[in-house]
């Protein structure tokens, strides 16, 4: 779950940078990237929001976990 949330964030962002390049290039009119981007950065912010989330918990975890061998030396 962890790892697939990396990836996507990762081609989100990078999905993004694409459509920013390739709209400097073409005529803004001919479409409209403005939506597709933002959403490309929402989907970007939740997958790493939840990424961290995920990270945090196991960290907590592995810290309660050598608390408690310590308190058992």
Request: hydrophobic share 40%; charged share 25%; net charge positive.
């Amino acid at each position: 779950m962890k790892k697939a949330l990396k990836i996507i964030s990762t081609i989100s962002i990078l999905i993004f940078l694409v459509s920013l390049i390739s709209s400097k290039f073409m005529d803004p009119n001919t479409l409209n990237t403005t939506d597709t981007r933002s959403l490309f950065v929402v989907i970007y912010l939740f997958t790493s929001l939840s990424y961290y989330k995920i990270e945090n918990n196991e960290k907590s975890t592995i810290i309660k976990d050598l608390k408690a061998r310590l308190g058992e030396e």
